[in-house]
T-cell receptor, first 114, second 111 residues
Framework: NAGVTQTPKFQVLKTGQSMTLQCAQDMNHEYMSWYRQDPGMGLRLIHYSVGAGITDQGEVPNGYNVSRSTTEDFPLRLLSAAPSQTSVYFC?????????????FGDGTRLSIL | RKEVEQDPGPFNVPEGATVAFNCTYS??????FFWYRQDCRKEPKLLMSVYSSGNEDGRFTAQLNRASQYISLLIRDSKLSDSATYLCVVTQASGNTPLVFGKGTRLSVIA
């Protein structure tokens, strides 16, 4: 099993460009989520999904879109990149949000917006 | 009060020392608790779950105090390889609500 796979690992964008961060998991996990991590801010939840076809907003959803057409994939779209979106992005998955179900993280995408 | 609070550190300790971190949480309905470890420029990885009766995994011991709403992590006989940021993570009562992460406590173990 590859676990949680994120692509790309690094990306530099210009302000106003759009792009999609890819996330795929091969563990048949229902729950997937996207976080951003900034210095001094910790992990902040952007969007999450409890199963195919279901998504919901997290703490910092503005400027991002998600969709969940399959159990395996959960892409994150930046609609019009802004310098404030420079961050490290982590995708994670788990069987559920219930008791004793921790999350498995991908190794992150480092995104710089110029 | 923030949902999950941790002392950011850094905690600088010599090899072989015992070090403990606390984490407080604000939601008394929280059900599950975890400690994650995050190395510099890497993804967070699950270190251990925290059970009501306390649990141990080698040199690591986790405790939960529901009355005072805090969890703790004790590391005995610190190794250089323990240097990392330790994240406290809490889940809510219902099944489909997101995890809440603390900002982490940084540990440096010095030779």
């Amino acid at each position: 099993n590859a676990g949680v796979t994120q692509t790309p690992k690094f990306q530099v964008l210009k302000t106003g460009q759009s792009m999609t961060l890819q996330c795929a998991q091969d563990m048949n996990h229902e729950y997937m989520s996207w976080y951003r991590q900034d210095p001094g801010m910790g992990l902040r939840l952007i969007h999450y999904s409890v199963g195919a076809g279901i998504t919901d907003q997290g703490e910092v959803p503005n400027g991002y879109n998600v969709s969940r057409s399959t159990t395996e994939d959960f892409p994150l779209r930046l609609l019009s990149a802004a310098p404030s979106q420079t961050s490290v992005y982590f995708c994670a998955s788990s069987y559920s949000q219930g008791i004793n179900q921790p999350q498995h993280f991908g190794d992150g995408t480092r995104l710089s917006i110029l | 009060r923030k949902e999950v609070e941790q002392d950011p550190g850094p905690f600088n300790v010599p090899e072989g020392a015992t070090v403990a971190f606390n984490c407080t949480y604000s939601n008394s309905a929280s059900q599950s608790f975890f400690w994650y470890r995050q190395d510099c420029r890497k993804e967070p990885k699950l270190l251990m779950s925290v059970y009501s009766s306390g649990n141990e995994d080698g040199r690591f011991t986790a405790q939960l105090n529901r009355a005072s709403q805090y969890i703790s992590l004790l590391i005995r006989d610190s190794k250089l390889s323990d240097s990392a940021t330790y994240l406290c993570v809490v889940t809510q009562a219902s099944g489909n609500t997101p995890l809440v992460f603390g900002k982490g406590t940084r540990l440096s173990v010095i030779a």
